[in-house]
């Protein structure tokens, strides 16, 4: 629905001001549904629950709100990296990044990562979500079921493709093109990366392709999931979205989720009491904070910080997950008015052994010098472009722990990256593909020369994959689904043991997908909505 029908964008915002005004002014004490976090799946679940106007909804959002240029215009997506709309998580020193740790950047705003990210509609692989089937045992999760959902929600402008691709739904989602987007294609097909007219379509069923990228980005202006979701129903009286609301703690009555405990401004606590339901979408991160805030968690780990445990689910907090990115593939323009401005225009997936099910490789191609810390001096140029090699079926693992009980404690953020000898392999022949890509004759035209790695070798290489790596700012799988006794929650994403309680976010993916995560919490988002309004007959 349009969410100006009624006149002008002016009138509209009026509407929402004055109706969320009073909602807060009158808050209620219990509420049918609570949504915690207003990312990429809360946004979709708040917006799907609302959709009845019989339910009260209840989002809450720790950081602020997204009226912010630099949020609403997506070519200035860095400006928020570190501001009060970052989350900016410190990690453990990793060894296998010669003792580097990562600053993990989480939006901390209405909107969450979709704030703040480079705007990429990756909807994932084949086998990931066949994976999910039968990780879980439901044929729901399957890559067709999951197919009907896409089809359903987007409002792709690209080449039709009535089977795969969706057309005049909520999610707008478009391609850029550019001289130097088009030499990328070239160039991977000349060393046998065969071009697709689209990243989503059938190229994602096989081994894989190169394509032009899928944005969520309309002239020039970021789509936010929060905006294209929720903001078009808060003129609604049954929808309160509360900012600057850090929930702490699930309040439980015995093994049943009774409501939430939030710090407001300046540390006042607040309790809300929920009716039905309570769905936690505070990403990987947060939701194992909290759920072992609240006792539910590793029995032993819990006790260690005199937690009561009320559910012993040694999973929470385990098996987490990042893509593998590398900073450190640059080329320099054969002429500085080359330079576009487009972005990441381009993408392949490829696989670093050709006897893996499903490609294991992504790089994009972006303008500019993009660079690690720990290879920036002495490696700029007056106009460059770049290559990012990165690995997205790591099998590397890490953890998040708590390390008090307080709510200001901070996670000890394990990331466990290069931790599997097999994720350094696949980065190194990543790096030499990309080099093998990058100076093909198709962008001779656009090459002065390449400025980093250069033919590097053997310990060379291996040293310079630990130098360039990067946050991808996919975390996941911290709360994973399945039915081993490392899953922290069923099918249904309710958590074992534990009613009334939900988790839609990335933390609930047993595996990473293979691309950016966005899109697929667009998607546990909407299988949350529908599996709840299925158990409550809304």
Request: aromatic fraction near 6%; glycine fraction near 10%.
């Amino acid at each position: 629905m349009n969410a100006h029908a009624d006149g002008t964008e002016t009138c509209f915002d009026e509407r929402v001001r004055q109706n969320q005004q009073r909602q807060l002014a009158n808050l209620k004490s219990t509420y049918d549904f609570i949504v915690c976090g207003s990312g990429s799946s809360g946004s979709v679940v708040a917006r799907r629950l609302a959709e009845n106007p019989l339910v009260s909804v209840l989002l809450l959002e720790a950081g602020g709100a997204d009226d912010h240029p630099a949020v609403r215009d997506a070519a200035r997506w860095t400006e928020n990296l570190g501001s009060d709309r970052d989350w900016g998580f410190a990690t453990r020193p990793n060894p296998h990044l010669n003792g580097r740790a990562l600053t993990w950047s989480m939006g901390k705003v209405l909107g969450g990562g979709s704030s703040i990210n480079v705007m990429v509609w990756s909807r994932g692989h084949k086998n990931d979500w066949d994976g999910f089937a039968t990780e879980t045992g439901d044929a729901r999760w399957s890559y067709e079921s999951i197919l009907d959902i896409y089809r359903r929600i987007e409002d792709w402008q690209g080449v039709p493709d009535p089977r795969r691709r969706g057309m005049g739904g909520l999610v707008f989602t478009q391609t850029a093109q550019s001289p130097i987007a088009v030499a990328m294609l070239e160039a991977a097909g000349s060393v046998g990366i065969p071009a697709f007219a689209d990243q989503n379509g059938i190229m994602m069923e096989g081994v894989g392709g190169a394509a032009l990228a899928n944005f969520r980005i309309r002239d020039g202006k970021r789509l936010s999931i929060f905006r294209t979701y929720v903001r078009p129903h808060m003129d609604r009286p049954n929808l309160t979205v509360m900012t600057g609301a850090l929930m702490t703690k699930i309040m439980l009555d015995g093994k049943r989720a009774a409501g939430v405990e939030v710090s407001l401004a300046g540390g006042r606590p607040r309790r809300f009491d929920v009716g039905h339901e309570l769905i936690l979408s505070l990403g990987a991160i947060h939701t194992p904070k909290v759920l072992m805030r609240s006792g539910i968690g590793d029995a032993a780990q819990l006790r260690s910080f005199n937690i009561d445990v009320a559910q012993h689910l040694p999973g929470v907090g385990k098996n987490l997950q990042e893509h593998l990115l590398l900073a450190g593939c640059v080329w320099e323009y054969a002429r500085p008015e080359q330079l576009s401005g487009c972005g990441a225009a381009a993408t392949f997936f490829w696989k670093s052994d050709e006897r893996l099910e499903t490609p294991d490789l992504q790089s994009f191609l972006v303008e500019g010098a993009f660079l690690s810390p720990k290879l920036q001096h002495g490696n700029q140029a007056e106009a460059c472009w770049s290559i990012t090699p990165g690995v997205v079926r790591p099998h590397s693992r890490g953890e998040i722990r708590l390390t008090g009980a307080n709510p200001s404690d901070p996670v000890d953020i394990d990331t466990g990256i290069l931790s599997d000898p097999a994720d350094l392999k696949a980065a190194m022949a990543c790096v030499r593909l990309c080099r093998e890509i990058g100076n093909a004759r198709a962008f001779d035209s656009l090459r002065k020369g390449e400025i980093v790695p250069g033919n590097l070798r053997g310990a060379a290489l291996e040293n310079f994959v630990r130098n360039a790596t990067v946050p991808f700012w996919h975390f996941s799988c911290t709360a994973k689904m399945g039915r081993d006794e490392m899953s922290v929650v069923d099918a249904e994403l309710c958590v074992h043991g534990i009613e009334r309680l939900r988790i839609a976010d990335a933390s609930v993916m047993p595996q990473i997908v293979t691309g950016n995560t966005m899109a697929p919490c667009v998607i546990i988002g909407e299988r949350a909505a529908a599996l709840i309004r299925d158990r409550h007959g809304l």
